[in-house]
C-alpha cells in the first residue's frame, strides 16, 4: 500500500532543506549531519543488506558524534533533545546486534518513533532559530529608525 521507510525519509529530507533553508549555523550544521545520515543508511541498505544492522550502528554512532560536536559548538538547546533521542537509537542497534535478535515490530516501532523524534527536535531548533532572527531584525529596525 505505501513504503514507511520512503515517506520518513521523505519528511527527514523536507525537514533537512526547511533546516538548511531557514535554520541558523546549528540548524544547517544537524541538517546535514541527518542528511548524511539517510544517505549513509539508505545506500547501506541497498548496497550491502547482510550487514544493514552493523552499518545502521556505526551510521547512528557517527552521526550521534557529529550532531554532539555541533552541541559543544552551538549549545542549542534542541541539540540536547537530539542527543537523547541518538542514545535510544545507539542502544537499540546495540541491544538487538549483541542479543542477536531478529529485527521486529518493536524494534520498527521504536526505531521510526525516534527518528520522528530526532528530524522534530530539527523542526523546532530551525523554528526558533528563524523567530529569532525576525525578532532580532525587527529590533534592529526600530532602534535604527529612532535613532536622531
Known amino acids: 500500500m505505501f513504503d514507511l ?7 527527514a529530507i523536507l525537514c533537512c532543506l526547511f533546516a538548511l533553508w531557514k535554520g541558523g549555523r546549528a540548524e544547517r550544521m ?3 549531519a541527518v542528511l548524511a545520515n ?3 543508511g539508505q545506500t547501506g541498505h541497498l548496497v550491502a543488506p547482510a550487514l544493514n544492522d552493523q552499518i ?7 552521526t550521534a558524534l557529529l550532531l554532539l560536536g555541533v552541541t559543544v559548538r552551538y549549545g542549542a538547546l534542541w ?12 542502544a537499540m542497534h546495540s541491544f538487538y546486534i549483541v542479543t542477536e535478535r531478529k529485527p521486529d515490530f518493536l524494534r520498527a ?3 521510526n518513533v525516534d527518528y520522528l523524534g530526532i ?5 523546532i531548533g530551525t523554528i526558533v532559530a528563524w523567530r ?8 534592529s529596525a526600530s532602534l535604527s529608525s529612532t535613532a536622531p
Not at 545502521?56 to 557517527?62: E, H, I, P, Q, T
Not at 541539540?79 to 545507539?90: I, T
Not at 529569532?132 to 529590533?139: A, I, P, T
Open 109 to 111: 516501532l521504536i526505531n
Open 119 to 123: 528530524v522534530s527536535c530539527l523542526i
Open 56 to 62: 545502521r550502528l556505526v551510521n547512528d554512532g557517527l
Open 5 to 11: 521507510r520512503l515517506i520518513l525519509n521523505t519528511f
Open 38 to 40: 539517510v544517505v549513509i
Open 30 to 32: 544537524g541538517a546535514l
Open 132 to 139: 529569532r532572527r525576525v525578532v532580532n531584525r525587527r529590533k
Open 79 to 90: 541539540m540536547g533533545g537530539v542527543m537523547l533521542f541518538y542514545a535510544a537509537q545507539f
